[in-house]
């Protein structure tokens, strides 16, 4: 029998990305949701997910996708809205701090995708809805990333923190390879950028 160290974890190196657009073409959704082999990425029962995660993004525009992706400065500023808020109706601070943890308790739901209610059947959360989805197709499913487009608003992007490759990464988090740079006296005034870095 093998030892727990030495147990194999699947990795979740399949996957499907899919687009959604609502509203008369002013919001888009491209989202990348993963699995563990492309037999069940080929699934109508995994299309079927994707494309609901899509529509829920489109709905709710989340900002993250876990609770751990939240930032410790996005959880402060929300905090500090909400208990400038409370104060300004004159309450007590005492009164202001229940306040604050009552709105507090909704936030992860508000601005995370895997806590929010799924648009469609409101009494489960998107995380149980994968959940569900696993079990039923026996295989390990995330959401890896998502964008979210609204025409006249800025973009929303999240990345599942867990997935930051040592590459480094744009300013939404997302890992990027770095162009090769030119090799001094070259002759190539910028970067090759058809090829990357290793």
Same mark, same amino acid.
């Given at each position: ?28 959704v491209l989202v990348e949701v993963s699995c563990e082999s492309d037999f069940v990425a080929r699934t109508e029962d995994f299309r079927e997910l994707v494309h609901d995660i899509a529509m829920q993004i ?32 004159? *309450?007590?601070?005492?009164?202001? $701090? /229940? !306040? ?5 308790? %909704? +936030?992860?739901?508000?601005?995370? #995708? ?18 569900? *989805?696993?079990?039923?197709?026996? $295989? /390990? !499913? ?5 964008? %979210? +487009?609204?025409?006249?608003?800025? #973009? ?43």
């Amino acid at each position: 029998m093998m030892s727990d160290a030495h147990k194999v974890t699947p990795s979740l190196s399949a996957g499907a990305v899919s687009s959604y657009i609502h509203a008369g073409g002013r919001i888009g959704v491209l989202v990348e949701v993963s699995c563990e082999s492309d037999f069940v990425a080929r699934t109508e029962d995994f299309r079927e997910l994707v494309h609901d995660i899509a529509m829920q993004i489109a709905a709710s525009d989340p900002k993250f996708i876990r609770k751990e992706d939240v930032t410790p400065e996005a959880y402060e500023r929300e905090k500090d809205i909400y208990r400038s808020q409370a104060t300004a109706t004159g *309450k007590p601070p005492q009164i202001v $701090e /229940k !306040i604050v943890e009552g709105k507090m308790s %909704r +936030f992860y739901e508000e601005v995370c #995708l895997n806590e929010q209610p799924f648009i469609k059947d409101q009494t489960i959360s998107i995380s149980q809805l994968i959940a569900a *989805k696993a079990n039923k197709l026996g $295989e /390990k !499913i995330a959401v890896r990333r998502f964008v %979210r +487009f609204k025409v006249g608003d800025s #973009l929303t992007t999240a990345v599942d923190s867990r997935d930051r490759g040592p590459e480094g990464g744009d300013e939404s988090g997302i890992a990027v390879k770095k162009p090769i740079r030119p090799k001094s006296g070259s002759g190539f005034a910028a970067a090759n950028l058809d090829e990357e870095s290793e």
